[in-house]
């Protein structure tokens, strides 16, 4: 059997199993490579930090991987020494069974925080999963990482580099993005690409800009929030580098997948029934541009004119007056889809029905000019609906 | 018959009409001072700014004002030439009906964005409210500048100043305070103290800073708002300056009553069922302890486990991590009332009935100790609940 997401690149393997974290539902996984691989990860902004996120930046910093270790139900956040020492446990349960260094296994937690992990469970769901890893686990991975995630998110590339077939491939979790810092977001990359740390952390960096960062606003991170990537060069390429001529031809498939599974956790906000885009263009700078549509996407009066079908342009505009960006009103042109509904900072007479048809839709894509430049952004999100209210108003019980 | 609100000071008239901006509710309102008054006003931080805005940016900087038109169902927003048109015609019309100068009148608008005013209404209920304005008109008024509110937003306070009573009174309208951006806040001011222009608009920043601006995020603001003060010194006292002694008791009280509104918008958030307070102490400083307050009222994630009276305190104490302050995670301490719920960044038991018994009542506070220095804040809000989503699914329908 092929891999697919997590597993699609060559020499991984992964797993996900249910260690009684959670009550029935799979809540532990890992992921394997054959070999040591160049690891590279991007973490919260949240000066409250999980004890996950403080282990793994110096495994990262390294700049070796080979295993990940997840579970999700517990955050492990604001746990103190205890949650320190656990996720230490963790890291060092998964070494021993895999038999390679502690120093090369990353740990991530996700689900509610405050609470001490069950560790026994764990230790034995550590012990099954690290016995069950195999290629064909993609799928138990992809379910043991999530907590409220409504599907599985999962994606692949392959590119020819050198005549050889080099694949990314990666899952993720999370779901909750009515306002940006609503859930943790878990992002895992595998690559049989061969790139050394240094390079894969600065692919890794730009590429968040354009995806993960693109559906949470800066700052408003969790407390656990992390991506982590493994290139385990398996794909038999030479060393692939920014001087390498198929360098874009590899960061663009990465960019891809990394946007795909932004986009996946975009749509399935909490509650969600849409994906929303935020596509600015016309402005001074990529950040003034980025700014723009992140209002957009996060603003509840947007994204409850949405779900209502209700082309209130106006809400549009605002966002985008406050998003702290030095705008001229009266040179903002916004569209729904292909329909224009304002011209240089006022309405224009539209055909309402046709934008009621169009706001049913999915995905609906709002479009902004700001008129003033040639920096563009995109931003993801979804609608807000009531359901959101009801997973989030007792997340705990 | 006495004053209240709006009408509580001396030399202070009112009422609400419907000029047929809506269809059936009260929709436009004048406040008139018998004299001309010191003016002092706050507006909107958004880059798009509504016709009115910027009308009376001009008439505040003047320093006089002799009376305030309103209209609600129609912001005059992202409306161009013909809007800036349309808030002069309010401004003179209203000025020739009551025989002042235009350059003393102010105007506000609040509603729908994008879509012109019906002048031909507005100037029709422009000359009955002139006409009708009177002591016992508080009502009318504050009835008419509201949108979405679900009650009348009214307070008053008296002191004693060199035997003299002075009363500074109010009326405002808000409500959509899931996230900070949703709803035009107006807010009218008006006291029979004497006090200087210069003075009047000091204490005004000042107390908006502990009051208005609590309930909204900094930037975050519509296009629309804005807080107006007469002081027509008909209380007869001498000029009130920082340099009498009784300043501080008229500054206090003019505080109490800008808090008092605020806490009252913030209680009548879009579907709330509750008042929530976050005091923050033992920060660095107050722009910190502010930034954090701010974060917790403003976090959907709180707001969605207060509705659902769940002590999901970790919630709390993400969002104090992410608002941008630099902390230290073992130093927090966090209370629901005075319930302790997590001390040095951990969770500690409690009672967890208790806990949601005191979150069913209201209003709920929500107490942090940062645990790093002498200063403190506090933020107003409310839940966030089903209704939210519900009034504006279709707030233009």
Redesign the interface.
Known sequence: MNGFGITAAKGFRAVGVHAGIKKEHLDLGIVVSDVPAAAAGVFT?????AACVQLNESVVQNGILQAIVVNSGN?N????AKGWEDAQTMQAVTADQLGIPAAHVAVASTG????ELPMEQVQTGIKAACREAAVEGFETFAKAITTTDTCLKQYQATVNIEGKQVTIGGAVKGS?M??P??ATMLGFLTTDAAVGAADLQQLLRDVTNESFNMITVD?????NDMVLVMANGQAGTSLLSPEHPDWPVFAQAFQDVAVYLAKSIARDGEGATKLVEARVHGAKSVEDARKIAKAII????VK??V??A??????I???????????V??S?DIWLGNIPV?K????IPFDEEAAKEYLLGDPVVIKVDLGLGEAAATAYGCD???D???I??????
């Open positions: 902004l949240n000066r409250v930090r955050a956040a604001c746990t103190g509610v925080i405050g609470v909750g009515i306002h810092n609503m700052g408003d991170t969790s407390t996060g603003s509840n009066l409850t004119a779900y209502g209700d082309a209130n342009w106006g809400r505009l605002c966002a985008v007056g406050y998003a702290g960006v030095d705008i009103q009266e903002v304002a240089k900072g006022m309405g807000l609906t009531y959101y209210v009801k989030n108003a007792s997340y705990r019980s």
